[in-house]
Structure formats: structure tokens, C-alpha cells
Nanobody, 123 residues
Framework: QVQLVESGGGLVQAGGSLRLSCAASGRTLSYAAMAWFRQAPGKEREIVTATSSSGGSTYYADSVKGRFTISRDYAKNTVYLQMNSLKPEDTAVYYC????????????????WGQGTQVTVSS
């Protein structure tokens, strides 16, 4: 079984940057499609970004396109979310997710989830 652990969240001022990490334990993520989702209190979980197992295909939600970047280090079995030009509306708990099936934006595709890391953007 794949276990995912997010880290890197915290408090940052609007316009600042954070990099989230998602480290996998157990089986390798080399052939797993990955995604980041986020959920604010009282709101539905929403897709942030997703990438294919090879990293050759990516998707970004319109709200983060141009500001966020997903990347992965296969040697370290870790996926990253670089977040720049942060806005207060980016405040949420961020979750990484993985699937050994094909990638996509539907959360139902994903079998493995991290515990979440809080990102708070102040104005």
C-alpha cells in the first residue's frame, strides 16, 4: 500500500510563496499518477493540479494556472507543489493523492491520500 505524507504548509502573506511536498512510503510512485486537491472550511474539495505518471501531461485549475506548478522527483519518491503569488483565497487544507490508474481531475480516481497540510494566506 502507498502512504502519502504532505508537508510544507504554513502561514504566508499574500504575494508570497510556499512549496508543498508529498513524500511516499511503501511502494514507489514511479508509475503513479498524482494530483493535488484542496478544501477550505465549508467548501467542497476541489482539484488544484494533476499529472500523469510520467509527468508528461498536466492539468491546472484556472484559479491557479500560472501561479502553481506540480513537479516530481522520482529518485526521492516525492511530489511537489510550488505555489507562487499566493492569494487569501488559496487558504485551504491541501491534499496530495495518487492512483496507479490513469490520471484525471475527478477525485474518485484516486486511491491513496495524504493527511493534508494547512496553507493560510493572510492579506
Amino acid at each position: 500500500q502507498v502512504q502519502l505524507v504532505e508537508s510544507g504548509g504554513g502561514l504566508v502573506q499574500a504575494g508570497g510563496s510556499l512549496r508543498l511536498s508529498c513524500a511516499a512510503s511503501g511502494r514507489t510512485l514511479s508509475y503513479a499518477a498524482m494530483a493535488w486537491f484542496r478544501q477550505a472550511p465549508g467548501k467542497e474539495r476541489e482539484i488544484v493540479t494533476a499529472t500523469s505518471s510520467s509527468g508528461g501531461s498536466t492539468y491546472y485549475a484556472d484559479s491557479v494556472k500560472g501561479r502553481f506548478t506540480i513537479s516530481r522527483d522520482y529518485a526521492k519518491n516525492t511530489v511537489y507543489l510550488q505555489m507562487n503569488s499566493l492569494k487569501p483565497e488559496d487558504t485551504a487544507v491541501y491534499y496530495c493523492a495518487a492512483t496507479r490508474r490513469s490520471w484525471g481531475t475527478d477525485q474518485r480516481r484516486y486511491d491513496y491520500w495524504g493527511q493534508g497540510t494547512q496553507v493560510t494566506v493572510s492579506s
